[in-house]
């Protein structure tokens, strides 16, 4: 069953701003008191055209005070331009200098004060409008360097919500530019909220198999298409995590034995492997549908780059097995290609 809208709501993304706080805020500061010393200073050099009600001389204390007001407000009266370079300077410089620090105040309480309002209006409107971003549920060091090899491979961070109940790996998350949600992935709310029924894939790295394959569980009943990828460090678990719904399953360990065992036959096998997997290597692995223009042919036939396998229903099969001499429609083929077109 899916969570009433009360549930949903708890869970609300969250996405860094590009520019920090505090540098948006010195620029504002740093502009605003160049306008004012601009002031004060044609003020000061022009002080004999500037007269006091009470006809004292005007003192730099006098030029100062006369600024702050005249720029703040249209000033009281007791000091005004007597001269008309001085009404002149007071009427095009200085009233333009009043709007413009008038609107840096007024946009320095938008940014932090009504920004946060409208921050979160926007940020539940992209919610409602989630699609074809890839959920990530848990961000530690798997989920992390997933995150991490997506945007290696050219994905915006700004599509990949992180999904965790820990405010500091959220942080890390959110400093990476992606998109955040503080939850518990193993509830339907906190995925719907997630919109995971519009996601493009799902990937599992809760750090405890037993966490992880329960949130496949609620991952799959919620969205039975969406390809689901989960971390499991236990061999024994694997089994578990496919039949909960999983499509793919990986086992660091396990992945890292493959390594290390196809190192001691040849120091190449291992550093092939390594660059097919990584972002940074020569060649990538891609699935793909059969095309029409393919059907019937061989999978070594296929121009787009090597073919190494056959996905056919429930069947799977490699380029040296007989079913590889005729491509049929609905075929899933697993080619190597140049990295760059993976």
Known sequence: MRSDD?????????RQSRTPAWLSLSWRALLALALLGVALAVHWFDRDGLRQNSGEPVTFADILYFTMITVTTVGYGDIVPVTQQARMFDTFVVTPIRLFVWLIFL??????LLKRVWEKWR????QRRLTDHVIVTGYGTSGAEAVRELVRRGADPETIVVIDDSATALQRAEDCGTT?????????????AARIENARAVIVSAGRDDTSILIVLTARRLAPDVPISVVIRSQDN??????????????PASFAGLLLAGSTHGAHTADYMADLAAAGGRVALRERAVTAEEVGKPLSGITTGLGHRIYRGQHIFCFWEPEAARLEAGDQIVEVVPRGEG
Do not use: C, H, P
């Open 123 to 126: 940020m539940s409107v992209i």
């Open 6 to 14: 009360a549930d949903t709501l708890k869970y609300r993304l969250r």
């Open 107 to 112: 946009g320095t309480a938008y940014d932090f």
């Open 238 to 251: 694997e089994a578990i995590a496919q039949q909960a719904g999983a499509n793919t399953v990986i086992n």
């Open 180 to 192: 955040v949600m503080e939850g518990n992935a193993t509830r339907n709310a906190a995925l719907e």
